[in-house]
């Protein structure tokens, strides 16, 4: 009886220290997270707001240019330098991104300076207009309705007032077409640039015309053969 009592008191002491030790060793491992969250919050705390944005910044330049220099090779970014060089030299001077275009630009050029042509002409002759009608209609303001201009003697002041906002919006509207021009020629060295360098169709396009049935449920009319097949024509290309 004596022997049974001393095991069950040597067997509670020893949980006990172990249950003490698991404590001891628990505890420890807080203070250590506690005391490498408080490390981190020092750091965080260190770090000003300006270099927070600093260091911000630099993380979105390098994310933004970090995949730049790895999917395009020497290649592709020597094109698309030829297409930059093309229509910028078009914005600087129209016809000379088709002229570095090659091809038919000894057509494309006179088109363009054509165009310009016919635009200044058109200009001037409305500016004319307007400067005619402008100067009628103040005149007859000044001089209590008095006829300045013989070839405007059969038109009255509202008339006169009317015809001249008629012809500054068309000299306004001349205007917004030279600028369209403008950039249509910019579009088009552009455009060009891409197809000629990036994109080759070739000269065979190997056309193959071959008989085929269609399902009958695309069409837009219901065959009278009332099957779910219809004869048709398939047309093939080849583009490389």
């Known amino acids: 009886m004596y022997r049974i009592c001393l095991f069950f008191f040597v ?17 420890l491992k807080v203070d250590s997270v506690i005391v490498a969250v408080d490390s981190v919050m020092q750091d965080i705390k260190k ?28 290649t592709r970014l020597a094109i ?7 229509w910028k030299r078009s914005l600087i001077l129209p016809g000379w991104g088709q002229y570095t275009n090659g091809g038919l630009w000894w057509i494309k050029v006179p088109i363009i300076y054509g165009g310009f042509a016919g635009a200044y002409f058109t200009f001037d002759y409305w500016q004319w207009y307007y400067r005619k009608f402008l100067d009628e209609a ?35 509207l001349t205007i917004l077409a030279t600028a369209g021009l403008w950039g249509l ?26 008989p085929t049935f269609m399902p009958s449920g695309y069409l837009g009319y219901q065959s009278p053969l009332k099957s779910q097949f219809v004869p048709g024509i398939k047309l093939t290309f080849n583009i490389r």
């Open 185 to 210: 020629n910019v579009v088009e060295a552009y455009v060009t640039s891409m197809l000629k360098n990036r994109y080759d169709m070739g000269d065979d396009l190997s056309l193959k015309v071959s």
């Open 11 to 27: 067997f509670g002491c020893a949980c006990f220290s172990a249950m003490a030790q698991s404590v001891d060793s628990t505890a």
């Open 80 to 86: 698309e330098h030829v297409s930059r060089v093309a």
């Open 138 to 172: 103040q005149y007859r303001i000044d001089n209590n309705n008095a006829v300045n201009d013989p070839d405007l003697i059969g038109l009255s002041l509202d008339g006169i007032i009317r015809i001249k906002d008629n012809t500054r919006r068309n000299r306004d």
């Open 47 to 74: 770090e000003t707001r300006q270099e927070r944005r600093t260091r911000e910044k630099e993380e979105k330049e390098r994310a933004k240019f970090y995949y730049k220099d790895i999917l395009k090779d020497s």
